[in-house]
């Protein structure tokens, strides 16, 4: 097989899933209190079908992967200095609002738009990647709306496992209910994937990946188009966390039995 | 694994221009600068790279946490090298930044008797509790009419330095010609001799078969060949580079599935701001031994806690309260408030405290539920929480500032002012130095030899208000060797004469000063009900601060799930530590019968994260998921390497994880 594949992974990113986060009005809408302070991450979701794209590149001489990002500049690069060294990457950035309490639709349209600007990007070669959902809201809207923006009619949602056959057809397996997969095929490109969790662990830090990365990410978010929304259709009527009791005691000598029956004896309690 | 395997690894190199070594105030400065003056206006380079012909020179920067901001630091500075960096620096674009305003020092009275005061300070307290009517005393706070002007930070700002590590990344990467890569440890540095044998003469175990020439510092601190001259041989050894940390191995480095070793980054000029206990600092000073006289015996652990005030705080943004007294007399605390009703607020446990069971998160709970500061913070919550060892050696503790092919700069290299309590402000400004030194060089095209550095760096360092400053504070906190009023008094000497007279003497290592618990407690628990206890705890696996606090009368801490949290939930809620997998674990016992013969076990006692546990025969048990790279084991540790009395025995190296917040 010597396919070569123009891979387009669409990945925001989100507040450290770690930090403790907290929902506030703003006069804009619903934020995060202290957003801008709090450290960022690539959506994990996201994460895993960047890390799913570089393998699929690595084992097709010649591919290529464009990462698609939109956020707050000052965090996009903040973030790029963790994910740069990962695995290699074409930048497009996009400056804008990055807290999840964006309309999907709008999202969906921007990120359409900054694929179809790729110089060079031949749909017949384009496998496009992105989160299943998010981290930050989880509408898991944004992915199907990318797709029917750029004419793409072969979607999977839930993906954990992609294999290209020998002659360049797809087999899929996308998560269903009642916690099973479902096997698709699909004969071949364009197609786009959110995906869940996939297979593969996150990719050891690598100087030289980072190195050559850089040379396209600083440019590429010096040259950031900003984006605005109107939020025109949007409201929210409430945003909330749920309410938690913590009692944390760390034990490492327990069995997942054990852990799991005395879970169960504290929410009885 | 061990360094004859290791060094038998193929591992891939990358060269650059400059490297450097942790990302914090000092290299901030150091890259703030020297960003600024790579590129011209028109984005040519205006200094040509070796390694890339054509580009600018190839700056990068190791991080070894995950993020840069993730250190931790309350800070209130007179920010007068940031101000220098940064002249038209707008505030409101830091967050968590906001002007000092009201200044107070506080001396506190144990309200509960079970803190341990000598006669002289009783007599003080009883003083003060009798004429109180007549004192700014309230609260059992005493507000001190006066203090010294060097202690005042008029002017200047308190900071998160998370947040400010943050900007300050922010601002340098904008630039484009440096890179900051974090998560990313440095685990040794790359030493060059220029006699190809020296290499194994003076590191046995750490040097064969890596190329010829080269050796790379060990974190085992190997003990040198017997009758080797050291100081002779290695006076012409070259740093060129770093090796970064091997990725995919297991708790002692062995590798496994997914192996990566860590690369070689090569480059001619290696900028070493890894902090007061970097491993590749000590690995210089190991390779390089410390100047003549020159000694780090003065340490600190700082912990802190960043707070949600409640919402009807009488506490302004700006207000800087220092305290002394308690819970502890030895025990310093802070409390810095911020914008929008956030306050930084801590406490120091010197190494002059002399407790064996110096455990700083109870301590921490101590001092918030003192009367004085409970008033302000009862209602609010955790946001944050953190530690951190402070070098508290000062100019004393300065290693040699250069060498062929390196330069350091920032706290490890001895640069805070322990009179005055600033070392962001100092930290910054040596790295402003050496990138101003390394800009000249770069110009005239002269190489990073010592004397190039001497004559540009270390010169320009002699002649600033760090090198002035620092020379008064230098002996100023000796007293506190022999006792805190000793001590508060030699301060306020050195500090009003310009450090023309000092108190007290040479300081000594720490691990001299420590005693058992047996004999710190005799007359107060006796001993056989201590040894009892250990026993319990050990059992438990947990260390015997807590039991021995309570048993001296010290209250329960009520906790309240906001605030007042159990020490794992701080660690949780707080740090949000982290220790990712593949690493091996960056806290070693060297020589497992010194622990066994060790009846102190202090490491266990003062981690600032419960990661060191009683473990089998004596030797503790080290959880990296737990800690915070607060270091304090590390010149806590009470037995002294029989080759080495400046050395205790464990060693800290180079680790990954740790604190994950940025609000520190």
């Known amino acids: 097989m010597n396919t070569v594949y123009q891979i387009v992974v669409c990945a925001g990113i989100v507040p450290d899933p770690l930090q403790t986060l907290e929902p506030v009005a703003s006069p804009s809408g619903p934020a995060l209190k202290n957003e801008m302070m709090l450290p960022a991450v690539l959506d994990p979701w996201a994460s895993h079908s960047l890390y799913e794209a570089a393998n699929l590149a690595k084992h097709l001489p010649g591919s290529k992967v464009w990462l698609v990002s939109l956020g707050p500049k000052a965090k996009l690069q903040q973030v790029m200095m963790t994910v740069a060294q990962k695995v290699p990457f074409e930048l497009v950035a996009l400056d804008g609002p990055g807290g999840g309490f964006t309309e999907a639709a709008e999202v969906a349209a921007m990120l359409a738009e900054a694929i179809q600007a790729i110089p060079g990007l031949d749909k017949s070669k384009l496998l496009v990647f992105g989160g299943w959902e998010s981290a930050s809201r989880g509408a898991g809207a944004t992915m199907q709306m990318v797709g029917e923006r750029l004419g793409i009619m072969d979607q999977f949602q839930g993906v954990d496992e992609l294999k290209i056959a020998a002659d360049g057809s797809l087999e899929i397996l996308e998560r269903i209910e009642g916690g099973k997969h479902q096997i698709s095929k699909c004969a071949g490109l364009p197609a786009l994937l959110g995906w869940a969790t996939g297979n593969l662990p996150e990719p050891k830090n690598n100087p030289q990946i980072g190195m050559v990365n850089m040379r396209t990410v600083m440019p590429a978010l010096q040259k950031a188009k900003p984006v605005k929304f109107a939020g025109d259709g949007l409201s929210f009527v409430n945003v909330a966390l749920p309410k938690q009791l913590r009692e944390t005691r760390i034990v490492k000598d327990k069995s997942p039995d054990d852990v799991a029956k005395e879970i169960i004896e504290w929410i009885k309690k | 694994m061990d360094d004859g395997v290791q060094t038998q690894i193929e591992r891939q190199r990358m060269d650059a221009d400059i490297v450097c070594v942790g990302f914090g105030p000092a290299t901030a400065g150091f890259l703030a600068t020297l960003s600024k003056q790579l590129v011209n206006a028109d984005g040519t380079p205006a200094i040509e790279s070796a390694v890339m012909p054509g580009l600018p020179p190839q700056v990068l920067c190791y991080e070894r946490s995950d993020d840069i901001g993730f250190g931790v630091s309350g800070v209130v500075t007179k920010a007068r090298a940031l101000r220098a960096t940064f002249p038209d620096l707008d505030q409101a674009q830091i967050p968590?930044?906001?002007?000092?305003?009201?200044?107070?020092?506080?001396?506190?009275?144990?309200?509960?008797?079970?803190?341990?005061?000598?006669?002289?300070?009783?007599?003080a307290d009883a003083f003060i509790r009798a004429f109180q009517w007549m004192l700014?005393?309230?609260?059992?706070?005493?507000?001190?009419?006066?203090?010294?002007?060097?202690l005042h930070k008029h002017g200047g700002m308190v900071l998160s330095l998370g947040q400010f590590m943050q900007w300050a990344g922010a601002q340098v990467q904008a630039t484009g010609t440096v890179q900051i890569w974090p998560g990313t440890p440095v685990a040794k540095i790359l030493i060059e001799d220029a006699n190809p044998n020296m290499a194994q003469a003076s590191s046995p175990a750490s040097s064969a078969g890596v190329s010829p020439g080269v050796s790379i510092g060990s974190g085992a601190l190997p003990q040198p060949a017997a009758g080797t001259d050291c100081a002779t041989l290695t006076s012409r050894s070259k740093v060129v580079g770093v090796r970064l940390l091997d990725q995919g191995v297991d708790k002692k480095g062995n590798p496994l599935e997914g192996f990566t070793p860590g690369m070689d980054i090569r480059a001619a000029l290696t900028v070493v701001g890894d902090g007061p206990i970097g491993p590749i600092g000590q690995q210089l000073e190991a390779h390089f031994d410390m100047p003549h006289d020159h000694h780090k015996r003065d340490w600190a652990v700082g912990m802190k806690f960043v707070v949600d005030l409640p919402e009807n705080t009488a506490l302004k943004p700006g207000t800087v309260l220092h305290t002394f007294g308690y819970p502890e007399p030895e025990i310093f605390g802070f409390l810095y408030v911020h914008p929008e009703r956030v306050a930084s607020l801590g406490i120091f446990v010197p190494s002059w405290f002399d407790s064996p069971v110096r455990t700083a998160y109870r301590y921490l709970q101590h001092w918030m539920l003192h009367p004085y500061l409970w008033r302000y913070l009862q209602g609010g919550k955790l946001r944050s929480w953190?530690?951190?060892?402070?070098?508290?050696?000062?100019?004393?503790?300065?290693?040699?500032?250069?060498?062929?092919?390196?330069a350091r700069i920032g706290e490890g290299s001895g640069s805070t002012n322990v009179l005055t309590g600033s070392g962001v402000d100092e930290a910054w400004a040596t790295g402003t130095q050496l990138a101003e030194?390394?800009?000249?060089?770069?110009?005239?095209?002269?190489?990073?030899?010592?004397?190039?550095?001497?004559?540009?760096?270390?010169?320009?360092?002699?002649a600033s208000w760090v090198e002035r400053e620092a020379r008064v504070a230098e002996k100023s906190r000796d007293g506190f060797q022999q006792g805190v009023v000793r001590g508060l008094m030699g301060m306020a000497l050195a500090g009003l004469t310009k450090g023309k007279l000092t108190l007290g003497g040479e300081p000594v290592q720490p691990w001299k000063?420590?005693?058992?618990?047996?004999?710190?407690?005799?007359?107060?628990?006796?001993v056989a009900e201590i040894q009892k206890l250990r026993k319990e705890c050990t059992i438990k696996g947990v260390?015997?601060?807590?039991?021995?606090?309570?048993?001296?009368?010290?209250?329960?801490?009520?906790?309240?799930?906001?605030?007042?949290?159990?020490?794992?939930?701080?660690?949780?809620?707080?740090?949000?530590?982290?220790?990712p997998p593949g690493y091996a674990d960056h806290v070693v016992f060297l020589y497992p019968e010194l622990c066994q013969k060790c009846g102190t076990k202090i490491c266990i006692e003062a981690c600032s994260g419960q990661a060191i546990a009683p473990g089998e025969n004596g030797v503790p048990n080290f959880d990296r998921e737990k800690c915070v790279h607060c270091g304090a084991c590390l010149w806590n540790c009470s037995q002294p390497l029989p080759y080495d009395s400046e050395r205790g025995n464990i060693a800290f190296r180079a680790g990954t994880g740790g604190l994950h917040s940025a609000e520190n």
């Open chain 2, 96 to 123: 968590m930044a906001t002007p000092v305003g009201e200044e107070k020092v506080l001396y506190l009275l144990d309200p509960h008797g079970a803190s341990r005061r000598s006669a002289a300070l009783r007599l």
């Open chain 2, 136 to 150: 700014p005393f309230e609260q059992h706070g005493l507000k001190l009419p006066w203090t010294p002007p060097f």
């Open chain 2, 386 to 406: 953190g530690a951190k060892t402070l070098g508290e050696s000062g100019r004393r503790g300065e290693p040699h500032l250069v060498g062929d092919g390196y």
């Open chain 2, 437 to 462: 030194a390394v800009l000249e060089l770069l110009k005239v095209k002269k190489s990073f030899t010592k004397e190039n550095l001497e004559a540009t760096y270390v010169k320009r360092r002699r």
């Open chain 2, 513 to 526: 000063r420590i005693p058992s618990p047996e004999e710190y407690y005799r007359g107060k628990i006796p």
């Open chain 2, 543 to 579: 260390s015997l601060h807590g039991v021995l606090m309570d048993r001296l009368g010290w209250p329960a801490i009520p906790f309240d799930g906001q605030l007042l949290v159990s020490h794992q939930d701080a660690l949780l809620m707080g740090g949000k530590v982290q220790a």
